[in-house]
């Protein structure tokens, strides 16, 4: 046995070689922050809010005598139109921003021919689909408080720093509102944990990154169909996106927290799932691209 034999170890690894070193979380998330897709998906982030003031400045509003719409109520400050362009936006963009996001994570390197390279360097499988995943979370998160940041500050440039006020006639101060509005953030980012989860699914099964998001964006648009067919009676609870909009409970003076934690349960039990079957699945995959 020759001196160089004597020192690589038994299990044939190279010295020096530490599995968690490997795909580090600021290697990754720089990598994807380069990308395209992603800089377009923050760009159009930023840009909707100021899109919506543009409508709103061009087309005015048609208000029936005694009543006040929803635009009205967008248009009366900055706390009530952060709010408008939430409600405009949870039911499909942020689903798609996640479903990209998470969609794209492996399926992407795939459609690349660059996934066996990855796992050949080595990088440990469930190492690689759990940076993959922070990264994806990281990127989400920030494209969420993006939207959330962006709008708050043109509306309150733009329409003042008044109170929020509901179609109830029910109002909160400026900074009370923004308060219950950071909690609804983080509660939408916890309902839309079952798309990331079925997104990074998806991206596991499929070589094609389009197919992985269009698929979870798809599976979304369903459970919203089969949620607005009232004869499912009490079987619609236990649809994944049911409780999505509950995050608006936060904005009335006395907090309703039921929905809220039954749709946080709901939304991450159904991530965990996913999450749980993705890992699964990929530790048993075959990578021939």
Known sequence: MTADESTIPADGRAPGYRARHTLPLRTELVRQSKRRRTHLALGFLAALPAILVLAFTI???????????????????GVNFTVFTLLMSVGFLLIVVVALFFGDAVASEASWSSLRYLLAVPIPRSRLLQQKAIVSA???????????????????????????????????????????????????????????????????????????????????????????????????????????????????????????VIGSFSALAYGTVFAVIAWQRFAVKDVTS
């Open 138 to 260: 990281l990127l989400s998160v920030g494209a969420l408080m993006l939207l959330f940041a962006v709008a708050l500050a043109i509306g309150t440039a733009v329409y003042g720093a008044g109170p929020l006020v509901t179609p109830f006639g029910d109002s909160l101060g400026y900074g009370k509102a923004v308060g219950r509005l950071a909690l609804a953030l983080l509660y939408i980012a916890v309902n839309l944990t079952w798309v990331a989860g079925l997104a990074l699914l998806l991206s596991v099964l499929t070589d094609a990154p389009l197919g992985a998001v269009g698929g979870a964006v798809m599976v979304s648009i369903l459970v919203q169909i089969l949620d607005q067919i009232t004869a499912l009676g009490s079987w619609r609870d236990y649809l994944p996106g049911h409780f999505s909009f509950a995050w608006s409970r936060l904005l009335a003076p006395t907090v309703d927290w039921h929905d809220i």
């Open 59 to 77: 087309g005015g509003t048609e208000t029936s005598s005694g009543t006040t719409n929803l635009i009205d109520l967008a248009t009366s400050g």
